[in-house]
């Protein structure tokens, strides 16, 4: 089976870094995905990670160490728009782009 | 514009009732999958297709089905037998392994079962 640990819940201010952790234990592993999702929406892609190392997106960063079963999205220079909930998700299968989602880290920014 | 719609975003049903949500994307994505998300909790996996004519059961399929005739079409049935089935529903689309990691999703469907 699959299970993804992250914050239920994170607040910060505007302009500030925050960091939101998500740890995994899975059969099978083959990448860490990041989705943000706002109130009613749908989630939309921030940032995949299959290698070791921290990827870079302006002002959003993705980290993975398969060794330790962990990953985290550094956000930086927070705006009142980032705002919103965070998914980390592990594509589990070899052949298929399947996800398996954690719970979401809620994210609140204050001014 | 490309995209993935679903239709309707507010659907209400009688318990009992077979309901049929729509999904429709013109990405001209091979795979296509359809998600449940109850407040407060992350998405969990219902069906996915991978080709035309092939579909596979995801992490809670009972009570659920779905049909892939088309490569731009996945519709899920939401059966009288899902004890449970008022939940936000989505649909989402990718690429094939090696060609992108990304899953696009639509808007989603409410639907609300009394």
């Known amino acids: 089976g699959q299970s993804l640990e992250q914050p239920s819940e994170v607040t910060a201010v505007e302009g500030a870094i925050v960091q939101i952790n998500c740890t995994y234990q899975?059969?099978?592993?083959?990448?860490l995905s990041w989705y943000q999702q706002h109130d009613g929406g749908a989630p939309t892609f921030l940032s995949y990670?299959?290698?070791?190392g921290l990827e870079e997106t302006g002002r959003f960063s993705s980290f993975l160490s398969r060794s330790d079963s962990y990953g985290y999205l550094l956000l930086q220079e927070l705006q009142m728009k980032d705002s919103a909930s965070y998914f980390c998700?592990?594509?589990?299968?070899?052949?298929?782009?399947?996800?398996?989602f954690g719970t979401g880290t809620r994210l609140t920014v204050i001014p | 514009d490309g995209g993935i719609t679903q239709s309707p975003k507010y659907l209400f049903r009688k318990e009992g009732q077979n309901v049929t949500l729509s999904c429709e994307q013109n990405?001209?994505?091979?795979?296509m999958y359809w998600y449940r998300q109850d407040p407060g909790q992350g998405l969990r996996l219902i069906y996915y297709?991978?080709?035309?004519?092939?579909?596979q059961k995801g992490d809670i399929a009972e009570g659920y089905s779905v049909s892939r005739e088309k490569k731009e079409s996945f519709p899920l049935t939401v059966t009288s037998a899902q004890k449970n089935p008022t939940a936000f529903y989505l649909c989402?689309?990718?690429?094939?392994?090696?060609?992108?990691?990304?899953?696009?999703f639509g808007p989603g469907t409410r639907l609300t079962v009394t």
């Open positions: 990670n299959a290698l070791d």
């Open positions: 989402a689309s990718s690429r094939r392994p090696g060609q992108g990691n990304e899953q696009y």
């Open positions: 998700a592990v594509r589990v299968r070899t052949g298929a782009n399947n996800l398996f």
């Open positions: 990405l001209n994505h091979d795979a």
């Open positions: 899975t059969s099978g592993f083959y990448g």
């Open positions: 297709s991978q080709i035309v004519n092939d579909f």
